[in-house]
T-cell receptor
Framework: GIQVEQSPPDLILQEGANSTLRCNFS?????LQWFHQNPWGQLINLFY???GTKQNGRLSATTVATERYSLLYISSSQTTDSGVYFC?????????????FGQGTTLQVKP | KAGVTQTPRYLIKTRGQQVTLSCSPI?????VSWYQQTPGQGLQFLFE???????NKGNFPGRFSGRQFSNSRSEMNVSTLELGDSALYLC??????????FGSGTRLTVV
């Protein structure tokens, strides 16, 4: 099956700093999403981005499907950005509904 | 619009018992997926239901089962609970698998 690797596993930033999180996947995908899990366990969908670039406020994401990776950019980080960021993919032959998650990047933003 | 509602939020059960978790998707969403999250294994796909039919299934033993009703609400059942079933169980609903909305989860503790 598809393997999803995220890096770095842990990241500590000072408030105001920028960061880039990476997601590598081992096969073609037809679905790629980024999620943020807050300290209470809630998973928030940030982007649906199987290819191309999207931006939403201080967050942006780019997926280069041909090279099998995606990047999540966080600019001017805030303490509320802390939590775990997950990349999840759906394979080219899979039905919708099944996502394979990476192990996540744990981000801590210090004031 | 109302989000994805999972009940109960917390549950403590004894080994050997069975448990039923409930998930009400966003109105109009016909796809409901279930995931298990543990510190050791991360987020793993359990199964997906669409229009009352199981469309996809992960690699979990037969003790894990689910169903979906005509109003798209879904339940999952775990029989003969084991200590290793202690986890956060997350439900997600989507339209066409593009943007997933997760519920707050049910945290199950097996003692």
């Amino acid at each position: 099956g598809i393997q999803v690797e995220q890096s770095p596993p842990d990241l500590i930033l000072q408030e105001g700093a920028n960061s880039t999180l990476r997601c590598n996947f081992s096969d073609s995908v037809n679905n790629l999403q980024w999620f943020h899990q807050n300290p209470w366990g809630q998973l928030i969908n940030l982007f649906y981005i199987p290819s191309g670039t999207k931006q939403n406020g201080r967050l942006s994401a780019t997926t280069v499907a041909t090279e099998r990776y995606s990047l999540l950019y966080i600019s001017s980080s805030q303490t509320t950005d802390s939590g775990v960021y997950f990349c999840a993919v759906g394979g080219p032959s899979s039905n919708t509904g099944k996502l394979i998650f990476g192990q996540g990047t744990t981000l801590q933003v210090k004031p | 619009k109302a989000g994805v509602t999972q009940t109960p939020r917390y549950l403590i059960k004894t080994r050997g018992q069975q448990v039923t978790l409930s998930c009400s998707p966003i109105s109009g969403h016909r796809s409901v997926s279930w995931y298990q999250q543990t510190p050791g294994q991360g987020l793993q796909f359990l199964f997906e239901y669409f229009s009352e039919t199981q469309r996809n299934k992960g690699n979990f033993p037969g003790r894990f089962s689910g169903r979906q009703f005509s109003n798209s609400r879904s339940e999952m059942n775990v029989s003969t609970l084991e200590l290793g079933d202690s986890a956060l169980y997350l439900c997600a609903s989507s339209v066409g698998g593009r943007g997933y909305t997760f519920g707050s989860g049910t945290r199950l503790t097996v003692v």
